[in-house]
């Protein structure tokens, strides 16, 4: 019998939660089931003597034997109960063809006769990180080999930081603590590029199995020693703010996709006409632009966009996928190692076209990540000659360019809250290997898996640190993840961390997720810090007449009103509580403020002054604003309301002609019409329209009569 894919995901699920519930009976059925249909004897004796220890280990405890060392025992127990699980999940995953690491697994004697020196000396990059990809659990000899490795200067630094990525990709596949061990050893590497990559890799393996690393106090241990550096701790939290600007990777992408491409396509034809033959041999010379070129981009908006996404560059934002999306479909890619291996001139797909030093301004740009780097060259490979002169040109222009800006941004900022570009750049790497990678069939996505480092309890205590923790909710924050945001704000704020800027914010995010009564807690109590703050009473105001509490509202609108003289957004809020709380003629003079404050835009008043001219029955009146909307930019509400009027004035015919007006913006769907009719109908009645008389009315409408 073998098992499908979704029947593998549901035993590992129940192995998972078994485990992590100690319900070991359980676990030992599960096994059981699944290793009988293995040929690996080893396993089954392993486990057959598991299970009989542990039948023991009850009968000792039912029998009441104490013994000092049963904790320790049990966690041992459970340690080894892990390691046959995953082990159990491996095997049945490579003999289903679960993914090409699986297949790389089963047939593992093919590259791995030899010793662990053996394969190193041999210096086949290749075949060094598919041994890693797939290898199995270590012994404490191997660990020192790779060890040695990884740490020795002599090696080439693209293999080192191949076998630390193939270590990263090996664990999220099966728990070695050898392995979680040597990237903690790796984690104070002299060399950046390794360093970087060997704390992503502890970091994913970390929220992996956090659940599990209890049972491994060396691990505890040794990250309590590192949690005493500085820099090991602020680099660690930058890869996690790095992983949080990643999930704007595909905003942006859509963007370019969906605006800023169909939007250049559009005025591509425009630009193509306008440069003509005068513009480029012209009286003006060929190097000056027509600056009718930059107007059309401004126009368009397409330069807003551009140099927002030239933001986001700068603060680490991956915005060039879009632009490489479609450029990874070169032989090089074939190979899962090229994907995240870091961009060198001695790299064999580079050998005889170096392009007269173009390989060493690759390697030295920050700008783009390896992955891309490796797609640009082999385009540039394909283009004629005057072509490519003209790119590398621009693109080594650009690279000082921005050289230039992220040194000075840097000292401006004064502070080191970014990633190191090396983590920037792997990070990068690894989005596009999970996303694009054409074999990633069931390789787990590291970018939509759960929870959030932050959330995970071991890398919460290794970044512990109000500082920390409120740098990365101001990141949540800013790039408008409010739910994330929120729960650290109420982390700091348990903390003690109580101040009036915490407490707004953490109130906008609430509001933002639609938790309104939540969000007026928080604006409240910031009010108490500041009762003068002309934004805290402004979303306490809002909140209030959300939750139809008008007068609660008013009483924060005027508050706010009186910080801001005659801001017409306050004062026609006045008005609309006024009117809410059925206080017509105070709300109908607001209104007429509003209109006599406004220069220009007199028309954002009028409709408020028609209704409420309306409600104090004042038809005329109403009616006179009703047309004025009507002759500006109507509505299908507009038509109804002068009908209203006309109606309240017996000008039935006339008010018949509004309804039918109405009726032709709602596409000609009654029931549409019906549903804004309908709410006004006591209104009517209130204006002295009979309420035997509406049906009729109605009716009319349909039948379409005058």
């Given amino acids: ?51 009989n220890n542990y039948r023991m280990m009850l009968r000792y405890i039912t029998d009441g034997v104490k013994d000092p060392s049963q904790t320790k025992i049990y966690h041992n127990l459970l340690r080894e109960v892990y390691e046959v699980a ?95 061990d040597l990237l903690m050893e790796v984690a104070e590497n002299p060399n950046e590029e390794i360093r970087q990559r060997a704390m992503t890799g502890l970091l994913l393996a970390l929220r992996r199995y956090d659940r599990r690393l209890y049972l491994y106090p060396a691990i505890k241990n ?17 890869i996690i703010l790095q992983f949080i600007l990643s999930r704007e990777t595909e905003k942006v992408s859509r963007i370019m996709k969906d605006e800023i491409i169909p939007e250049m396509m559009k005025i591509s034809p425009i630009l193509n006409r306008k440069n003509n033959i005068e513009d480029i041999f012209g009286e003006t010379g060929i190097d000056e632009k027509n600056p009718e070129w930059q107007n059309l981009i401004e126009e368009s908006g397409i330069a807003d966009r551009l140099r927002e996404f030239s933001e986001m560059q700068m603060d680490g934002v991956d915005v060039m996928l879009s632009s490489f ?30 392009f007269n030093g173009f390989a060493d301004i690759l390697a030295d740009s920050e700008m783009l990540c390896n992955s891309d780097k490796y797609s640009f060259f082999f385009s540039i490979d394909r283009m004629p000659e005057e072509f490519r002169k003209v790119m590398m040109g621009q693109f080594s222009s650009e690279t000082d360019s921005i050289k230039e800006m992220m040194k000075e941004e840097m000292q401006n900022a004064g502070k080191n809250d970014r990633a190191h570009p090396a983590a920037r750049q792997y990070i990068q790497d690894l989005y596009r290997f999970y996303k694009l990678y054409p074999n990633r069939t069931n390789i787990e996505d590291i970018f939509d898996a ?42 700091l704020l348990t903390a003690g961390e109580s101040d009036e800027t915490l407490l707004q914010k953490r109130g906008y995010c609430y509001q933002m997720l639609d938790n309104l009564p939540s969000a007026l807690d928080d604006y409240l109590k910031a009010d108490l ?63 007429f403020k509003v209109e006599y404050l406004s220069d220009s835009n007199k028309e954002k008043a009028w409709r408020p002054l028609a209704w409420c001219s309306f409600l104090c029955g004042k038809y ?87």
Avoid at 645 to 665: P, T, V
Avoid at 689 to 706: A, H, N, R, T
């Fill in 1 to 51: 019998m073998s098992f499908s894919h979704q029947e593998i995901k549901s035993y590992s699920e129940q192995l998972a939660e078994s485990l992590e519930n100690k319900r070991l009976k359980q676990t030992f059925d599960t096994l059981t089931v699944l290793l009988d249909e293995t040929q690996d004897w080893q396993l089954k004796e392993h486990l057959s003597l598991l299970e």
């Fill in 86 to 180: 995953d082990l159990t999940v491996a095997e049945i995953k490579a003999q289903s063809n679960w993914s090409v690491a699986y297949d790389y697994r089963k047939n593992l004697s093919r590259y791995y006769p030899e010793p662990t020196a053996q394969l190193i000396n041999e210096q086949d990059e290749r075949k060094l990180f598919n041994v890693l990809r797939s290898d199995s659990i270590w012994n404490a000899d191997q660990q020192r080999d790779w060890a040695d490795y990884i740490a020795d200067g002599i090696y080439p630094d693209s293999g080192r930081c191949l076998a630390v990525t193939a270590i990263t990709f090996n664990l999220e596949e099966l728990f070695d603590e050898r392995k979680i």
């Fill in 222 to 238: 040794r990250l309590e020693y590192l949690a005493e550096d500085p820099q090991f701790v602020r680099d660690m939290r930058n």
């Fill in 325 to 354: 999306l479609h450029l990874k479909n070169f032989p090089f890619f074939g190979e899962m190692q090229n994907w995240v291996v870091l961009f060198n001139k001695t790299n064999k797909a580079l050998e005889g076209k170096e």
């Fill in 450 to 491: 759960e929870p959030e480092f932050y959330r995970v309890p071991v890398i919460a205590n290794l970044i512990a640190g109000t500082d920390n923790l409120r740098l990365i909710g101001e990141h949540y924050f800013n790039r408008n993840y409010f739910e994330e945001a929120a729960d650290i704000f109420s982390q």
């Fill in 529 to 591: 810090f500041n009762e003068n703050n002309s934004w805290t009473n402004k979303k306490i105001a809002y909140c209030y007449r959300a939750l139809r509490k008008p007068g609660e509202a008013l009483v924060y609108y005027r508050k706010a009103g009186q910080l801001n003289p005659n801001n017409l957004s306050l004062e026609i809020s006045i008005g609309h509580c006024l009117l809410e709380m059925h206080r017509y003629e105070e709300a109908l003079k607001q209104y």
């Fill in 620 to 706: 005329e009146q109403a009616l006179d604003y009703f047309r004025k909307i009507i002759n500006t930019n109507p509505n299908a509400t507009d038509y109804l309301n002068a009908g209203h009027a006309c109606l309240a004035m017996g000008n039935n015919r006339e008010a018949l002609k509004y309804y039918a007006s109405s009726l032709a913006s709602h596409e000609g769907s009654y029931e549409k019409f019906l549903t804004t009719f309908t709410p006004d109908i006591p209104d009517l009645i209130t204006a002295g329209v009979k309420e035997e008389d509406i049906p009729v009315f109605l009716d009319s409408v349909i039948y379409g009569e005058e």
